[in-house]
């Protein structure tokens, strides 16, 4: 705890209202992402109830370029299920996001033919439509941001926080300009224009900024909008350890630029397919137990941050038929109550 938080709690104290004061601590937004295929395998009231019984109020909708894509998730959100899906979340006070890699949608591969300037530049010099985008092409972020107001009419979180990832790989643009700047940098000049797209019909729509991998080290020449907020995915981070002392470092100098009370931390302790190696046939049990990831919760809380979700991705109708319908229910159980220091 830091100084001014050991301060307030003697304040508290003082003014006989510790009570209070502490629940100001605590997590307010507790949530888990997972693939649209884990609810529909074990049925959307099941999962949404166990979220519930665990004390999480936030279900985050994960799709990517490789498992489950775009049109999968839409596909999902406009089915019977998927509309039970939103009316149980609703009628436990549930928030629903959708946490996704979007940026091939928001800028399709197919107009690297006509606009090759849209695209990024490898170390070699060569143009290419594989990943990610031009970061500084003021025609290509216009083609984003019209794509993003579309999404936005169907992909509708309930707590107006979008999360419109790049692509999924360490691959950014090395052109004359956009060398300029660090991946961070230009992944931030891509948030910004969203967010300014976004707000034009949803003035209460915000952004995240993914800090993950290379874009770990906060940016410097480029500042968020306000409406940006920080997203901190510690990905390549060993779980038999606490975080170690580079990502604490990057983290609070992220904290630095973005607000702490809107930080959301994006865990991957219940995260089977990561854990699994994404292979289907190799399910595992999850190796982080409530006392590593209340570890963890604290250092979080510590730094003033308020927001935290894990990927739970794969703890499904399969996951239940290898280890048992107890020890998945068991899991999101305890991380709940990690999160809730019980």
Same mark, same amino acid.
């Given at each position: 705890?830091?100084?001014?938080k050991i301060?307030?709690?003697?304040?508290?104290i003082?003014l006989?209202?510790v009570?209070?004061?502490a629940?100001?601590?605590?997590?307010?937004?507790?949530?888990?992402?997972?693939y649209?295929?884990?609810l529909t395998s074990?049925?959307?009231?099941?999962w949404?109830?166990?979220?519930h019984d665990s004390g999480i109020?936030?279900?985050?909708?994960h799709?990517?370029?490789?498992?489950e894509t775009?049109?999968?998730?839409k596909?999902?959100?406009e @089915?019977?299920?998927?509309?039970?899906?939103l009316?149980e979340?609703?009628k436990?006070?549930?928030?629903v996001?959708y946490?996704?890699?979007?940026?091939m949608?928001?800028?399709p591969?197919?107009?690297?033919?006509?606009?090759?300037?849209?695209?990024r530049?490898?170390? @070699?010099g060569?143009?290419n439509?594989?990943?990610?985008m031009c970061?500084t092409?003021k025609?290509?972020?216009?083609?984003v941001?019209?794509n993003?107001?579309n999404m936005a009419?169907?992909?509708k979180?309930?707590?107006?926080?979008?999360?419109?990832?790049t692509?999924d790989v360490?691959?950014?643009?090395h052109c004359?300009?956009?060398?300029?700047?660090?991946?961070?940098?230009?992944?931030?000049l891509?948030e910004?224009?969203?967010?300014e797209?976004l707000?034009?019909?949803n003035?209460?729509?915000?952004?995240?900024?993914l800090?993950y991998v290379?874009t770990?080290v906060?940016?410097?020449?480029?500042?968020?909008?306000?409406?940006v907020?920080l997203e901190f995915a510690?990905?390549?981070?060993?779980?038999s350890?606490?975080l170690?002392?580079?990502?604490?470092t990057?983290l609070?100098n992220n904290?630095?630029?973005f607000?702490?009370?809107?930080?959301?931390?994006?865990?991957?302790?219940l995260d089977?397919?990561?854990?699994s190696g994404?292979n289907?046939?190799?399910?595992?049990?999850v190796?982080?137990?409530?006392?590593q990831?209340r570890r963890d919760v604290?250092?979080?809380e510590?730094?003033?941050v308020k927001?935290i979700?894990?990927?739970?991705?794969?703890?499904?109708?399969?996951?239940e038929e290898?280890f048992?319908e107890a020890y998945s229910?068991k899991?999101?159980?305890?991380?709940?109550?990690a999160l809730?220091?019980q």
């Amino acid at each position: 705890m830091n100084k001014a938080k050991i301060l307030m709690y003697f304040l508290c104290i003082l003014l006989g209202t510790v009570n209070s004061c502490a629940k100001k601590e605590t997590i307010t937004k507790r949530g888990v992402v997972v693939y649209p295929s884990d609810l529909t395998s074990v049925g959307c009231k099941k999962w949404v109830k166990m979220a519930h019984d665990s004390g999480i109020n936030v279900i985050g909708i994960h799709s990517d370029t490789r498992l489950e894509t775009l049109p999968k998730l839409k596909a999902f959100i406009e @089915s019977e299920e998927g509309k039970v899906f939103l009316t149980e979340c609703k009628k436990y006070n549930i928030d629903v996001e959708y946490e996704q890699h979007i940026l091939m949608e928001l800028l399709p591969r197919e107009l690297f033919k006509e606009h090759p300037e849209f695209f990024r530049v490898d170390k @070699s010099g060569n143009r290419n439509g594989d990943y990610n985008m031009c970061f500084t092409s003021k025609k290509a972020l216009e083609v984003v941001k019209e794509n993003a107001v579309n999404m936005a009419k169907w992909i509708k979180p309930t707590s107006h926080r979008y999360f419109f990832w790049t692509d999924d790989v360490q691959l950014y643009c090395h052109c004359t300009k956009c060398s300029h700047y660090t991946p961070s940098e230009q992944v931030l000049l891509y948030e910004n224009a969203i967010l300014e797209a976004l707000q034009e019909n949803n003035p209460k729509a915000t952004v995240a900024h993914l800090a993950y991998v290379e874009t770990v080290v906060p940016p410097k020449k480029v500042k968020p909008l306000p409406g940006v907020f920080l997203e901190f995915a510690p990905i390549q981070r060993d779980y038999s350890k606490p975080l170690d002392a580079e990502l604490v470092t990057h983290l609070k100098n992220n904290l630095e630029i973005f607000s702490p009370e809107k930080a959301h931390i994006l865990e991957y302790w219940l995260d089977v397919s990561m854990f699994s190696g994404w292979n289907r046939d190799q399910l595992v049990k999850v190796p982080c137990s409530k006392a590593q990831c209340r570890r963890d919760v604290e250092l979080y809380e510590s730094l003033g941050v308020k927001s935290i979700t894990t990927f739970g991705a794969w703890i499904n109708k399969s996951y239940e038929e290898k280890f048992g319908e107890a020890y998945s229910q068991k899991i999101v159980r305890e991380y709940g109550e990690a999160l809730q220091n019980q």
